[in-house]
């Protein structure tokens, strides 16, 4: 049932190309673990053993902090429509906050150097093991669209708006945790 894979191969990166939805997990010692959904257009494979997501401005910052502690990160993407799959991405994370150099170069590598309303971060893993299994019992879903809320309400924050958010909500994990956040 389970297969592991020392990178992503061609056949995993189109499966992973055609996901419209993945999930992040994260923890170090005495925290709660963390899980996260994800919306994909903001997923990157970088190569065969590294990816990368734009992460937008949200109520906490668990990951963040989680990776400055331990920098354990598992994403995981299922099939929810065609053929069953599960894929797990194990690694090493770590995060490129706003105006950093890293988070530069990738705005410019994958967005024409522009940065899309609400970012706050960028969250690199570095891919150490590569896991299929089976997949059999995840409901088939058919997408019904992208939810505009979070947009909405980035635009309605404004650029000042949101820097005092993430100023008052992403500097501390849920269990105390500095994040690193640090705001260009």
């Not at 992040?24 to 994800?38: H, K, L, Q, V, Y």
């Not at 997923?43 to 331990?70: K, P, Q």
């Not at 354990?72 to 194990?90: H, Q, V, W």
């Amino acid at each position: 049932m389970a297969k592991q894979f020392s990178e992503i191969d061609e056949r995993l990166a189109g499966f992973i190309d055609a996901q419209k939805i993945f999930f992040t997990a994260s923890a170090a010692e005495g925290t709660r673990i963390n899980i996260s959904p994800r919306p994909t257009d903001h997923f990157h494979r970088l190569g065969s053993n590294s990816v990368a997501y734009l992460d937008l401005t949200g109520s906490g910052s668990e990951t963040a902090a989680h990776l400055r502690v331990d920098g354990r990160l598992t994403i995981m993407f299922c099939a929810f429509e065609g053929a069953p799959l599960i894929l797990r991405l194990y690694g090493q994370g770590r995060v490129a906050f706003r105006g950093s150099p890293d988070y530069r170069a990738f705005l410019d590598a994958h967005y024409a150097s522009e940065e899309p309303l609400g970012a706050r971060q960028i969250v690199f893993l570095d891919i150490d093991l590569v896991q299929t299994s089976c997949g059999f019992k995840v409901p088939l879903f058919e997408p019904a669209g992208e939810r505009p809320t979070l947009d909405r309400w980035a635009e309605a924050k404004g650029e000042e708006g949101l820097r005092a958010y993430r100023q008052e909500k992403n500097l501390l994990s849920m269990d105390g945790l500095p994040t690193g956040f640090v705001e260009s």
